[in-house]
């Protein structure tokens, strides 16, 4: 019998499905697998590289694989998409992934820490967290502006809100408006606290990474996000260079060009919303301090300022801290802020 060299694996919940080949590309092992046969079977297979896409659960079983002593690669599951012959089911899926894991040109995914899944998971609870409590300000903001009653915009904002309500004597607010109102506020203080927590172990995460730390120098990078370029980018060589790493977060131009003809669009978009979401929000933190001191050690950046639409320059900002980023991943150190031009 053949050995085995490349296994496909279609992940899910409670069944899997295993695509095994040899050398020759012929199939050895096609069948499914429960939940519980997974680890037995694959420690029954002698070391070979085994295929799966990115999602979830594809972390944990990687690092399951590995102490067996397997090669895990994990793939984009819209790259491994080409591979899938005719009608999509569990086989044809499995057969695909063992085809594209073994192509030269394919980009991988490295695979994750524990570690850095749980800070990565704090970012995903407070980020959920923010959301319900902006549901919140904007619902209280609504049914007391029913009443006549506003306030200007912002978080800190919401305290005039929050004392009309808690005040009895105020006759603006019927009763049993202001009963509903202090429903939604008891959640919003409760919400409130929890997002303070998860921020304090962000930053006591962020004080105990020394590669979270030195991201923290770049200029518009705090502690949120440099401990979520930390947990998210667990082999900087993956990227060849700074660009490549701007292109997976999605702050490159998408292009449509063809025939020599170069067209460029808007930002792609692709990649990791919630570190291109990050980035730029720390470029329109630099560019609105830029603009209310009137300068900045960044000759480029005050001309873009100047030139293009804020928004457009947080964008190009982003894409810049992102190469500044890989650059300080891939070869250590911190960032040395640029020599101020010489006066004429």
């Not at 519980?36 to 990687?62: I, K, R």
């Not at 102490?67 to 491994?80: I, N, Q, S, W």
């Not at 109102?181 to 919003?188: D, I, N, T």
């Amino acid at each position: 019998m053949n050995e085995v060299i490349t296994i496909g694996v279609d992940l899910a919940k409670n069944i899997f499905q295993v695509h095994c080949v040899d050398v020759e590309g012929g199939v050895i092992v096609g069948r499914q697998l429960r939940r519980s046969q997974v680890l037995p079977f694959f420690n029954q297979q002698p070391p070979c590289l085994v295929g799966m896409e990115a999602c979830a659960t594809s972390h944990h079983w990687a690092r399951q694989l590995i102490e067996l002593g397997h090669e895990v690669k994990l793939m984009p599951p819209h790259y491994v998409k080409p591979y899938v012959k005719r009608s999509k089911n569990d086989a044809a899926d499995a057969a695909a992934i063992c085809e594209a894991v073994t192509r030269p040109t394919m980009r991988f995914v490295s695979v994750k820490s524990m570690e850095q899944q749980s800070v990565l998971m704090l970012h995903r609870t407070r980020e959920l967290l923010v959301r319900q409590r902006t549901m919140l300000i904007n619902a209280i903001r609504a049914h007391m502006a029913e009443f006549g009653i506003v306030a200007p915009v912002g978080v800190p904002q919401v305290k005039k809100l929050l004392g009309i309500i808690a005040d009895t004597d105020d006759a603006r607010l019927p009763p049993l408006a202001r009963a509903c109102l202090e429903s939604l506020v008891r959640q919003f203080l409760s919400l409130h606290e929890e997002i303070a927590l998860a921020e304090k172990h962000i930053h006591a995460w962020h004080r105990s990474n020394e590669v979270s730390r030195r991201l923290e120098t770049i200029p518009g990078i705090g502690p949120i996000i440099a401990s979520a370029l930390a947990a998210s980018i667990t082999d900087p060589e993956v990227f060849r260079n700074g660009r490549e790493l701007a292109a997976w977060i999605g702050l490159v131009p998408r292009q449509n060009s063809t025939g020599g003809k170069e067209r460029l669009g808007h930002i792609s978009k692709q990649g990791d919303q919630y570190l291109r979401w990050l980035l730029v929000a720390g470029a329109m933190s630099v560019i609105r301090h830029a603009k209310r001191r009137g300068t900045t050690n960044l000759p480029w950046l005050a001309k873009l300022i100047t030139s293009k639409p804020t928004k457009v320059a947080a964008v190009a900002l982003a894409n810049k801290m992102a190469r500044i980023a890989w650059a300080l991943l891939r070869h250590g150190g911190t960032y040395q802020r640029p020599a101020a031009a010489p006066a004429d």
